[in-house]
T-cell receptor
Framework: DTEVTQTPKHLVMGMTNKKSLKCEQH?????MYWYKQKAKKPPELMFV???????INESVPSRFSPECPNSSLLNLHLHALQPEDSALYLC??????????FGPGTRLTVL | SQQGEEDPQALSIQEGENATMNCSYK?????LQWYRQNSGRGLVHLIL?????REKHSGRLRVTLDTSKKSSSLLITASRAADTASYFC??????????FGAGTRLFVKA
């Protein structure tokens, strides 16, 4: 199984809402990633978890809060977002610093 | 600043033609990867080439790496309309951090 799943596919939220994005992989990968991608731009790394511990935080605002409950699951908790946070949020996993397997993404709109 | 920069930014070709995309980067790398992204969807891994490799092939794809020039190229031969997508190079300098280039948007006309 080389699939990374993400839910929901689409999310619309107000600036006062709290929501969560979920990501799951069953490939036994030890690294999981969150990326943010704006239209016609490359993915921008937000967070990396390795062995369920946060290893990279690319100076992401605290309104984004990642969580890795176990080796297969990765969450991104959202609170008090701004309209400029609207983007495609991509989850990925990898065995090491090599091939990453991406999920289909969550299209987030902040009103 | 971005580690990888790609050119051209956009490329439009006829079906059956070859497409070449280039990627330049700034620092020493552990490996370089190429990904494809169809509009608004997740990325799909195409090829990974390590710093000690010079060329790799996968089906209609050929990737070269020149570490002395800090550059890589992706060649798609006999392109098809289904190859229409954005293509990104991504560099890994060790550990888990991978930085994506700006991407090349390829349009293959049927």
């Amino acid at each position: 199984d080389t699939e990374v799943t993400q839910t929901p596919k689409h999310l619309v939220m107000g600036m006062t809402n709290k929501k969560s994005l979920k990501c799951e992989q069953h490939m036994g990968h030890r690294a999981m990633y969150w990326y943010k991608q704006k239209a016609k731009k490359p993915p921008e790394l937000m967070f990396v978890y390795s062995y369920e511990k946060l290893s990279i935080n690319e100076s992401v605002p605290s309104r984004f809060s990642p969580e890795c409950p176990n080796s297969s699951l990765l969450n991104l908790h959202l609170h008090a977002l701004q309209p400029e946070d609207s983007a495609l949020y991509l989850c990925a996993s990898s065995r090491a610093g090599d091939t990453q397997y991406f999920g289909p993404g969550t299209r987030l709109t902040v009103l | 600043s971005q580690q990888g920069e790609e050119d051209p930014q956009a490329l439009s070709i006829q079906e059956g033609e070859n497409a070449t995309m280039n990627c330049s980067y700034k620092t020493s790398i552990n490996n370089l990867q190429w990904y494809r992204q169809n509009s608004g969807r997740g990325l799909v891994h195409l090829i990974l080439i390590r710093s000690n490799e010079r060329e790799k092939h996968s089906g209609r794809l050929r990737v070269t790496l020149d570490t002395s020039k800090k550059s890589s190229s992706l060649l798609i031969t006999a392109s098809r309309a289904a190859d229409t997508a954005s293509y990104f190079c991504a560099t890994n300098t060790g550990g888990f951090k991978t930085i994506f280039g700006a991407g090349t948007r390829l349009f293959v006309k049927a």
